[in-house]
């Protein structure tokens, strides 16, 4: 089993292997996962500071492994407006949930009461399953890597 407690931040080389992982996955500090090429890996990260999508890792052995996001079931609402979006993206903000924010879209995990709400706004929905990579949130410290689909 390789075993993994590096983070290798802005890494410009070529990985090993690449482990494909759910956003409540990456929140834990200990994992045991198998890499997308089969190899058993213990993943030792210090405690509160996820996992980031597109991530490197270096194993005890000196391998790259790749973090990479796993489709889920997820909520994406977009609209051409920008005055409605921000509307939208307030009230939700003032819910306290999870949100990736794009330009003009966002998505949160599957909530009838946040699909009811959006869709009271206009918003275009869909359910169609995606890599779901939220805002760390305002007072974590470390960089977010925004993802346009």
């Known amino acids: 089993m ?5 983070r ?3 890494y410009h080389g070529d990985a090993d292997d690449t482990i494909t ?3 409540d996955t990456r929140q834990k500090a200990r994992i045991k996962v198998t890499t997308d090429k089969g190899e058993p890996v213990g993943i030792f990260i210090a405690r509160g500071k996820p996992l980031r999508v597109g991530e490197h890792l270096r194993s005890e052995c000196g391998k ?3 973090v990479i996001g796993a489709l889920e079931a997820v909520t994406t609402a977009s609209t051409d407006d920008w005055h409605t979006f921000s509307k939208v993206c307030y009230h939700l903000g003032n819910r306290h949930t999870r949100l990736q924010v794009g330009e003009r879209w966002l998505r949160f995990k ?3 009461v946040l699909s009811e709400l959006v869709q009271r706004y206009h918003l275009s929905v869909s359910d169609a399953p995606a890599v779901f990579d939220p805002e760390s949130g305002a007072y974590q410290s470390g960089e977010h890597h925004h993802h346009h689909d």
Request: glycine share 6%; charged share 25%.
């Open 2 to 6: 390789l075993t993994i407690s590096e």
């Open 8 to 10: 290798l931040g802005h």
């Open 21 to 23: 992982l759910d956003f």
């Open 64 to 66: 790259v492994i790749k």
């Open 110 to 112: 599957p909530d009838h």
